[in-house]
């Protein structure tokens, strides 16, 4: 039986939604939208037995901040210990039935762990007890009230298409995506709608393999253009085929790429959980950073290109000065790279050639280049010329740290003979690398030469952490003094 209908003999017309209209709510929000409705409950009630408990007993309201103190404490703790079980995931918050006994047994153990923490810290001289009864057996009913008011809601935004997800994208075999239902996509996705691509159905190999082609060239642009974060593939899993040409198409976007279950394993399982049903999907690619950890990145871009900009900016002026005088042209040389996600940008840099080489073809520098101008070839063996992209990196262009960004023709023709190439652009592009931290710096005379530095590349995309990047910094500092490779 498959999950939410049985759907192995229904074909039929596919609707093309690669251009319905974007919800106006996203799945993904409902979980702490969920949470915070509860503590907001807890709270309330907290406030409400202490106050109406000194009012039953004619004493007068004092202050309610200890209250205020015990809601946000069993606030914490109750969806601390709802949100490990699953209770506010979606689609699972928006079935019908109200998990009474869950709710019950979270709510009153929470409030026998409060006052047993009330009781270690000596604070419950502090807290009336009859007001902590009241608030006691006042947030259950709170809690459940509101977990029926939250479900019926969102069955009426599902029932109206509101919620979906505007972050993934399904593509997949034309039966395949004929045999998911709405229930389906909400154990599988969070939503019940979602952007399609379908494949070609044509039997000759060749026009399919065309037509298939330009239909992942629109994927790929539909994803960057709307920063999408993951594909689904509904794919018949004895194609691997099929499988593997959409994987080797979509190894250049920085997005993490799921097969789904297909119509015959959909058959042989049951499952009660959206928890379970998404470990089937397997993970063909998986996403470099995760949200947080681009911040965390991107708040230390910020930080330390503004120093740097503020600490070497004398010497950018006197480089330009120099510049200037000694050969004709302007200060900044400006050339097309790829950066993050394939994105085109411009790269700024010192001139230091006698040439501003920026198309089909750019010759890579080579060791007494005669191009190469004399203040340029002191600021290229000191690595000045590269002070420039601090800019790129206060723009977004760039990350201080991160694969070095090569010319248009350098970067294609690089795609074309190496296959892994294309996963550099998972990250933004660095003013420095692990591979320049190691040596592997300058031009690329050979294969081997670019092969090994994609190694090392594609080596700090998925060893990334914060650490890594100080460390990389630091070593950055010690091979610029080197000058190895640099002319």
């Known amino acids: 039986m498959s999950i939410g209908s049985d759907i192995r ?17 996203s799945s993904d929000a ?4 969920l ?6 409950i807890i709270l309330i009630s907290s406030m409400l037995g202490g106050i109406g408990y000194q009012l039953l007993v004619g004493n007068p309201i004092s202050n309610i901040l200890p209250h205020c103190a015990i809601g946000l404490l069993a606030s914490l703790l109750y969806i601390l210990r709802m949100k490990g079980s699953g209770y506010y995931d979606f689609p699972d918050s928006a079935k019908p039935r109200v998990e009474i006994g869950e709710i019950l047994v979270c709510w009153f153990t929470t409030g026998l762990l409060l006052a047993f923490i009330a009781f270690l810290l000596k604070v419950s001289v502090d807290f009336s007890r009859g007001a902590f009864v009241a608030f006691y057996f006042l947030a259950p009913m709170g809690l459940l009230g509101v977990r029926k008011i939250t479900k019926i809601a969102l069955a009426e935004a599902i029932s109206r298409g509101v ?7 399904l593509v997949g075999d034309f039966n395949e995506m004929a045999s998911l239902e709405s229930k389906d996509l909400l154990a599988f996705l969070g939503a019940a709608k979602v952007d399609r691509f379908t494949l070609s159905r044509e039997d000759d190999p060749l026009v399919r393999s065309s037509t298939d082609t330009r239909t992942m060239n629109s994927v790929a642009s539909f994803v960057r ?13 004895d194609n691997s085929g099929r499988i593997e040409f959409v994987r080797d198409q979509f190894k250049t976007l920085p997005v993490a790429v799921r097969l789904l279950p297909d119509m015959q394993v959909r058959s042989l399982t049951q499952f009660t959980t959206s928890a379970r049903q998404r470990v089937l999907a397997i993970e063909i690619q998986r996403a470099p950073l ?11 871009d910020i930080v330390l290109a503004s120093l740097a900009l503020i600490f ?4 950018m002026v006197l480089t330009a000065i120099a510049i200037k005088l000694d050969s004709p042209g302007p200060v900044i040389f400006r050339q097309a790279r790829k950066g993050f996600n394939g994105r085109q940008f411009a790269i700024f840099k010192f001139r230091t050639m006698t040439v501003q080489e920026d198309g089909p073809a750019v010759a890579q520098a080579t060791r007494d280049d005669p191009r190469v101008t004399a203040i340029g070839r002191l600021l290229r063996s000191a690595s000045i010329d590269e002070l420039p992209q601090l800019l790129n990196v206060l723009k977004g262009d760039m990350s201080l740290i991160g694969p070095r960004p090569h010319a248009l023709a350098h970067d294609n023709f690089f795609q074309d003979i190496l296959s892994d190439y294309a996963y550099r652009h998972h990250v933004k592009p660095g003013m420095t690398g692990w591979a320049q931290c190691n040596g592997a710096r300058g031009a690329t005379p050979s294969i081997e030469h670019i092969s090994e530095r994609v190694k090392l590349d594609l080596w700090y995309i998925n ?3 914060l650490w890594l990047d100080f460390q990389i910094l630091i070593k950055t500092f010690f091979e610029v003094l080197r000058k190895r490779n640099a002319y």
């Open 463 to 465: 060893n990334w952490s």
């Open 312 to 315: 070497f900016l004398p010497a």
């Open 225 to 237: 253009r709307h920063n999408c974060r993951e594909i689904l593939l509904a794919l018949p899993w």
């Open 35 to 40: 949470s915070m409705a509860d503590a907001v």
């Open 290 to 300: 995760s949200a947080a950890q681009r911040f965390v990145k991107r708040l230390m």
């Open 30 to 33: 409902i979980p702490y939208v």
């Open 9 to 25: 003999d229904k074909t039929g017309p596919l609707e093309d939604f690669s251009r319905q209209p974007p919800t106006s709510f």
């Open 163 to 169: 919620i979906g997800r505007r972050d993934s994208v």
